[in-house]
């Protein structure tokens, strides 16, 4: 009988919990949106770089795990980055298949990622931006992109597809690559003892690294992915 009581009890502490998040998460929706459209957003953020450890690591263990992704496409973005409370996603055309049967040139797709959001809480400082440690693809440019799995979109018909982001729970550097060559910085104003950096530092960048043997492993890695998924050579 004791027993019972204290399941009845757990019970409603639970259901008072998740009622206590699903309302923080309604009344601060706004809020979130709000914040990252503002002009000064992206001058106040703050993202992470992936240590060298974690960078050479991923050069060496992670290609294998790409090429096995049942969809590789070529495609380029036709809309900026939309926040949608935690989770970001954009929408794409598709300009090559080199993998995967379901989608054809000229199709237009949601990527989303686990790992693409905006954290923004009055108990957690800095506002940081996670992005995989690869930066916000851009309009105008074509990237290399693998993908691991379809979402199920109750909203519209536009399919929405999950860019790679985990190699069985091992850190991993988003399955994203741009074809233009793009310059790399790195910077050492981190945020206390972290490996947070502001955005504005390495906002050009296309990966995000602590060290210069670190990018230059993440670099090396989108070499070889570009080399063996070239753009223009799907007939």
């Known amino acids: 009988m004791?027993?019972?009581?204290?399941?009845q009890i757990a019970?409603?502490?639970?259901?008072?919990?998740?009622g206590i998040s699903a309302f923080y998460g309604i009344i601060n929706r706004p809020t979130h949106r709000n914040i990252t459209a503002s002009e000064d957003f992206y001058t106040q953020v703050y993202v992470a770089q992936f240590s060298e450890k974690n960078c050479l690591r991923v050069?060496?263990?992670e290609k294998a795990s790409l090429q096995k992704c049942p969809v590789i496409?070529?495609?380029e973005p036709i809309s900026s980055l939309?926040?949608?409370?935690?989770?970001?996603?954009?929408?794409?055309?598709?300009?090559?298949?080199f993998k995967g049967s379901s989608l054809t040139p000229g199709?237009?797709?949601?990527?989303?990622?686990e790992r693409w959001n905006v954290i923004v809480h009055p108990e957690f400082e800095p506002m940081s931006m996670s992005r995989g440690f690869s930066n916000i693809m851009l309009t105008g440019k074509d990237y290399l992109v693998f993908i691991s799995e379809q979402y199920e979109n109750p909203y519209d018909?536009?399919?929405?597809?999950?860019?790679?982001d985990d190699d069985d729970g091992k850190w991993t550097l988003n399955g994203v690559f741009c074809y233009d060559e793009i310059k790399n910085v790195i910077s050492e104003n981190h945020y206390r003892s972290t490996n947070y950096v502001p955005y504005c530092e390495v906002k050009y960048n296309?990966?995000?690294?602590?060290?210069?043997v670190g990018m230059r492993a993440l670099e090396e890695l989108k070499a070889e992915m570009l080399i063996a998924f070239p753009k223009g050579s799907v007939k």
């Open 73 to 75: 496409l070529s495609v």
């Open 206 to 212: 296309e990966f995000f690294a602590e060290t210069t």
């Open 59 to 61: 050069r060496d263990e």
């Open 107 to 113: 199709d237009i797709v949601r990527l989303a990622s």
């Open 11 to 18: 019970c409603v502490v639970m259901t008072i919990v998740v």
């Open 2 to 7: 004791k027993m019972y009581k204290w399941k």
């Open 82 to 97: 939309t926040h949608d409370f935690c989770s970001d996603y954009l929408l794409v055309e598709v300009k090559e298949v």
């Open 157 to 164: 018909d536009i399919p929405v597809y999950r860019v790679f």
